[in-house]
Protein backbone atom coordinates (compact mmCIF):
# COMPACT_ATOMS: atom_id res chain seq x y z
CA UNK A 1 0.00 0.00 0.00
CA UNK A 2 1.55 3.51 -1.35
CA UNK A 3 0.09 6.32 0.60
CA UNK A 4 -0.19 9.34 -2.11
CA UNK A 5 -2.19 11.97 -0.70
CA UNK A 6 -4.16 14.20 -3.10
CA UNK A 7 -2.71 14.64 -6.34
CA UNK A 8 -3.03 10.46 -7.82
CA UNK A 9 -1.86 12.18 -11.02
CA UNK A 10 1.66 12.33 -10.00
CA UNK A 11 1.70 8.69 -8.84
CA UNK A 12 -0.30 6.78 -11.84
CA UNK A 13 2.32 9.01 -13.91
CA UNK A 14 5.34 7.65 -12.18
CA UNK A 15 4.06 3.99 -12.29
CA UNK A 16 3.20 4.61 -15.98
CA UNK A 17 7.29 4.76 -16.44
CA UNK A 18 7.94 2.29 -13.65
CA UNK A 19 5.21 -0.68 -14.22
CA UNK A 20 3.55 -2.83 -11.73
CA UNK A 21 1.95 -6.26 -12.53
CA UNK A 22 -1.13 -5.08 -10.46
CA UNK A 23 -1.64 -1.50 -8.39
CA UNK A 24 -3.90 -1.32 -5.83
CA UNK A 25 -5.21 1.99 -4.78
CA UNK A 26 -7.05 2.72 -1.66
CA UNK A 27 -8.82 5.66 -0.37
CA UNK A 28 -12.32 7.03 0.54
CA UNK A 29 -15.62 6.84 -1.51
CA UNK A 30 -15.40 10.41 -2.19
CA UNK A 31 -11.42 10.42 -3.37
CA UNK A 32 -12.26 7.31 -5.37
CA UNK A 33 -15.48 8.84 -7.10
CA UNK A 34 -13.48 11.55 -8.05
CA UNK A 35 -10.82 9.37 -9.70
CA UNK A 36 -13.16 7.26 -11.36
CA UNK A 37 -14.98 10.54 -12.86
CA UNK A 38 -11.60 11.28 -14.52
CA UNK A 39 -10.37 13.41 -11.89
CA UNK A 40 -6.32 13.65 -10.85
CA UNK A 41 -5.81 15.83 -8.12
CA UNK A 42 -8.39 14.94 -5.28
CA UNK A 43 -8.24 17.61 -2.96
CA UNK A 44 -11.62 19.26 -1.94
CA UNK A 45 -10.69 22.79 -3.10
CA UNK A 46 -8.96 21.32 -6.35
CA UNK A 47 -11.89 18.45 -7.64
CA UNK A 48 -15.67 18.06 -6.80
CA UNK A 49 -17.90 14.86 -6.81
CA UNK A 50 -20.02 15.07 -10.02
CA UNK A 51 -23.17 13.94 -8.40
CA UNK A 52 -25.26 13.92 -11.53
CA UNK A 53 -22.60 11.17 -13.07
CA UNK A 54 -22.98 9.62 -9.74
CA UNK A 55 -27.11 9.58 -9.78
CA UNK A 56 -26.76 8.11 -13.21
CA UNK A 57 -24.54 5.56 -11.93
CA UNK A 58 -27.08 4.59 -9.50
CA UNK A 59 -30.21 4.35 -12.39
CA UNK A 60 -27.91 2.13 -14.39
CA UNK A 61 -27.75 0.00 -10.79
CA UNK A 62 -31.63 0.20 -11.04
CA UNK A 63 -31.96 2.65 -7.97
CA UNK A 64 -35.62 4.66 -8.09
CA UNK A 65 -35.79 8.30 -9.11
CA UNK A 66 -36.21 9.20 -5.82
CA UNK A 67 -32.96 8.00 -4.99
CA UNK A 68 -31.52 9.45 -8.23
CA UNK A 69 -32.55 13.04 -7.04
CA UNK A 70 -31.18 13.13 -3.49
CA UNK A 71 -27.85 11.72 -5.25
CA UNK A 72 -27.79 14.83 -7.66
CA UNK A 73 -29.17 17.01 -4.70
CA UNK A 74 -26.19 15.29 -1.92
CA UNK A 75 -23.80 18.21 -0.35
CA UNK A 76 -21.17 14.54 0.10
CA UNK A 77 -20.24 11.39 -1.70
CA UNK A 78 -20.76 9.67 1.69
CA UNK A 79 -24.05 10.64 1.99
CA UNK A 80 -24.65 9.03 -1.29
CA UNK A 81 -22.87 6.20 -0.24
CA UNK A 82 -25.13 6.21 3.11
CA UNK A 83 -28.66 5.64 0.81
CA UNK A 84 -26.95 3.23 -1.83
CA UNK A 85 -25.93 0.83 1.20
CA UNK A 86 -29.61 1.09 2.78
CA UNK A 87 -30.53 0.69 -0.79
CA UNK A 88 -28.52 -2.93 -1.55
CA UNK A 89 -27.29 -1.28 -4.55
CA UNK A 90 -23.45 -1.74 -5.63
CA UNK A 91 -22.04 1.21 -6.56
CA UNK A 92 -18.87 0.21 -5.67
CA UNK A 93 -18.75 -1.88 -8.88
CA UNK A 94 -19.55 0.60 -11.19
CA UNK A 95 -16.77 2.98 -9.59
CA UNK A 96 -14.20 -0.52 -10.02
CA UNK A 97 -15.60 -0.59 -13.46
CA UNK A 98 -14.35 2.98 -14.25
CA UNK A 99 -11.30 2.66 -12.64
CA UNK A 100 -9.80 -1.04 -13.93
Given at each position: ?25 GG ?13 D????R ?17 T ?17 N ?8 LQ???Q????
Amino acid sequence: MLDMGDFVGGMLKYFRKHPLPKLTIGGGFGKLTKLAQGQLDLHSRRSQVDFILLAEQLRELGATSKLCRQAMEANTANEVLNWHKMNHLRLQTVLQKKLD
